[in-house]
């Protein structure tokens, strides 16, 4: 804590070794318990590119460079990919919603929820987000709050392109981005813990992309590209089933770019 301010690098392991890009992590509070070890809270503040390790034991010590995105000097593009992320998240929530509803396993508490999210401080109190009852909209909205709050990035927009009232900034373009990967259909049925761990385990090389990627209009394409993916899985499920994607009322127009 005094010899690195309380901040630290999150070493994520794979089977190869240590992976190259780490998020950057401040230590905002810890308790040490007697016989287990030590409990921190750490909030994400940045990432960082591992140039050389130093030390590996008692902990591993290494040489970092801080990493930012590059933000295209006119985001016209990065916005229209980010509205067909935007569609995918309404469509994959319909779609998974018919799918439960067809099989009768949807829980009591699940909704359809056609809220995207808006681009105003949210300023409920996160403890009280139930994470394990909300649908595919309600998790892309909390997810883009979250990372929109604590997005250290400074950003500088070109004074050729003034952005208008309708599209979306470079820092809302960011958390999008960001969003559409920490966010996973919640999965209803009896085996959902299972099915829930083959879907993180199906995007988790995503993850592990979008990560290593320093360019925002990149990684709003691989956002793009996975849940295409997703739409195909999930419309092969329905096949499956018998049953044939039906669009709601709510998703008619705002899918339209998805399909």
């Not at 229209?80 to 018919?98: C, D, T, W």
């Not at 009591?108 to 009852?133: A, F």
Request: hydrophobic share 35%; proline share 3%; net charge negative.
């Amino acid at each position: 804590m005094s010899k690195h301010c309380g901040v630290v690098a999150m070493g994520l392991l794979a089977e190869s070794g240590i992976i190259q890009t780490a998020p950057l992590c401040e230590i905002e509070a810890y308790n040490r318990i007697e016989g287990f070890g030590i409990f921190v809270t750490v909030r994400v503040v940045g990432r960082v590119s591992l140039l050389e390790l130093t030390q590996q034991e008692p902990y591993i010590k290494a040489v970092c460079r801080e990493l930012s995105d590059v933000i295209p000097p006119n985001l016209d593009l990065p916005n229209m990919v980010a509205g067909n992320i935007e569609n995918f998240m309404l469509l994959l929530s319909s779609m998974q919603f018919q799918l439960n509803e067809a099989t009768s396993t949807a829980s009591s508490s699940s909704s359809y929820n056609t809220r995207l999210y808006s681009y105003e401080d949210d300023d409920d109190d996160d403890d009280d987000v139930d994470y394990h009852n909300m649908d595919r909209i309600s998790l892309f909205r909390e997810a883009f709050h979250i990372a929109k709050a604590t997005d250290t990035q400074g950003y500088t927009i070109s004074a050729q392109h003034s952005p208008e009232e309708s599209e979306r900034s470079a820092q809302d373009l960011t958390a999008i981005s960001w969003a559409a990967f920490t966010s996973f259909p919640k999965q209803l049925h009896e085996d959902s813990k299972q099915r829930a761990t083959t879907m993180i385990d199906e995007n988790v090389n995503y993850r592990i992309q979008a990560l290593d990627i320093d360019d925002l209009f990149e990684r709003l394409k691989l956002a793009s590209f996975m849940l295409r993916e997703e739409k195909a899985e999930l419309q092969a499920k329905l096949a499956l089933a018998g049953l044939k994607y039906k669009k709601l009322d709510d998703d008619s127009s705002s899918s339209s770019d998805s399909d």
